[in-house]
């Protein structure tokens, strides 16, 4: 199968993609807040949310491979909060764990001409990438990282003060210099929920 053919393939049948979101165009009531292109201008998106559900910095090496860059700054989204306005057919899928082209959740987004990295598309979510967002100070404001993930496999410090995951947010443990009162926080729940199982007799 070439990629042409691959792109086509979905996990509910051949073009079943266009019909869904966040392919699918908005032609009623998107309100557009936000402009983004890739780096030719040939795929084109409007985001229609104010504040993304997250802002983050990925240090996992998988970022750091696929962007060619020591972490990644991506912001999480409702796949209804993007409208594509142009281009949205000829983006080219990478699922990195099977090494494969054809479009299964979840998958890496490119533009099938510069390669510009669009999207990360989960099965209910999104990650888009504030660098191909037109922000103004205040858009800036609402996409500025809250925290690190993967911090541990990072290839340079950043001591910004943000909480700093050596994993995943909330399943990991937060390192270096994250702010003391959140680490107190989460010791004091994880303590708790370790106190309500033993209660339960499950750590028995």
């Not at 888009?128 to 541990?152: C, E, N, Q, T, V």
Request: net charge neutral.
């Amino acid at each position: 199968m070439d990629q042409a053919e691959a792109r086509k393939e979905t996990t509910e049948g051949p073009n079943e993609w266009k019909k869904r979101a966040p392919y699918r165009i908005h032609e009623h009531d998107f309100k557009a807040l936000y402009e983004a292109s890739c780096h030719c201008g040939k795929v084109k998106y409007q985001l229609s949310r104010q504040e993304p559900l997250d802002s983050k910095l990925c240090h996992c090496t998988t970022c750091q491979t696929q962007h060619a860059a020591p972490f990644q700054w991506a912001a999480i989204f409702h796949k209804e909060d993007i409208n594509f306005t142009n281009g949205h057919h000829n983006l080219e899928w990478y699922d990195p764990t099977s090494k494969s082209v054809e479009h299964k959740l979840p998958c890496k987004v490119r533009c099938a001409y510069c390669h510009s990295p669009i999207m990360d598309e989960g099965r209910n979510m999104i990650l888009l990438f504030p660098s191909l967002i037109k922000l103004d100070a205040k858009g800036k404001h609402f996409f500025k990282p809250r925290h690190h993930m993967f911090y541990g496999q990072r290839v340079m410090d950043i001591p910004d003060g943000l909480p700093k995951w050596t994993g995943l947010t909330e399943e990991s443990d937060l390192i270096e210099d994250s702010p003391p009162e959140l680490v107190r926080e989460l010791e004091r729940k994880r303590e708790a929920e370790r106190q309500k199982k033993f209660e339960k007799g499950e750590n028995r």
